[in-house]
């Protein structure tokens, strides 16, 4: 029984994985790494370390996907609809022909 | 079955450890390396916590279960649960550096970025910028042998 669970769970967790290198859309690739993060957590209760499991999924699956998504927004390649995103701020400046001058 | 539990996990952790390193490897996107080194950290927390596994023992928490049954081991399970906050840490200080570098060159794209780094360090030592490795210096000789004249 054990085993079957964790059989199925490791399968999820390596496909995930594989989704996260193979996925053109990067915000894809941030739920397939969040997915990862939320199956490795419950592996974590089947080892008997119920409170590395509650980080795992609070910081791990959280707290990592949000911080992750907010940069995809700022670099500009995630859009909500009907929002400019924040992309339009971080055009390449004219930085460097400044420093060169 | 044929596998038994822990051989199971062992699959899982080693596997997850190599597509993050594999990822690690071969990926050209600056942010896709970041997914990637979670993924491989995932893998190693795994194996860490895998370490102090022992069958048929109790969670490592006083006061919870009976308490003449072995525990599992509560070392690795400490380490680990600092190792995620930190990883969490490196993720959110990649992110930041990969802001900055799209905001100072315009692209994540890894190739494109070791150009301009190269180019920007040898600007600053003020000698010439390495030639790309990527393409031929110059042109291509030709064939000595003249091409086969066309069929009428």
Redesign the interface.
Known sequence: MLETVALILVILVLSAGVLVLCLQSLMGAVVAASVVSLGVSVLFVLLRAPDVALTEAAVGAGLSTVVLALGLRKLGLWRIEGDRGEAHALVPTDRREREDA | ?A???VS??Y??AL??LL??T??LVT?T?L??L???L??AE?GV??LL??SG?RGG?????LGFGPQDMPM?DPIP?AL??TA??I??GV??LA??A??RI?????T?DLVALKAHLEGDLA?KQGIAPPKSAEKPAGERPLSPVPPRPQEP
């Open positions: 079955m596998l038994d539990f199971i996990l699959i899982g596997g997850l597509l993050g594999f990822g990926t996107h942010f896709r970041i997914l990637a979670a993924l995932a927390n795994l916590i895998l596994y023992a109790q969670p490592p928490i599992v399970q680990v649960l995620i906050v990883g969490v993720q959110a992110v930041a990969a802001v799209y905001r100072r060159y315009g994540l600007r």
